[in-house]
């Protein structure tokens, strides 16, 4: 069974940064993408970002230049640094992982709520 576990979000005065982190255990097959997705209240889940076993990464538009997504394959982790966070970032946000089959896993959420 493939959990998908996140830690680091909070509470944070607009403009303020914040990090997450997310690892993966179980057989997950081998990954090809592992990202971030957000969800705010009365709107849909949308990508953050994403990044491929390659390191390519992908960015919505609204956080380019603010948020960065990494990787570390060997621990089957990826994070996302958040910073001049704005408050309409507020919202829980989803680690996902897709393997090479087209599967695809989610954690369980993490707040992050920002302050004006």
């Known amino acids: 069974q493939v959990q998908l576990v996140e830690s680091g979000g909070g509470l944070v005065q607009a403009g303020g940064s914040l990090g997450l982190s997310c690892a993966a255990s179980g057989n997950s097959g081998i990954i090809n993408t592992m990202g971030w997705y957000r969800q705010a209240p009365g709107k849909q889940r949308e990508l953050v970002a994403m990044i491929t076993i390659a390191g390519n990464t992908n960015y919505a538009d609204s956080v380019k230049g603010r948020f960065t997504i990494s990787r570390d394959n060997a621990k089957k982790a990826v994070y996302l640094q958040m910073n001049s966070l704005k408050p309409e970032d507020t919202a829980v946000y989803y680690c996902?992982?897709?393997?090479?089959?087209?599967?695809?896993?989610w954690g369980q959420g993490t707040q992050v709520t920002v302050s004006s």
């Open positions: 996902n992982l897709e393997n090479f089959y087209g599967r695809a896993y």
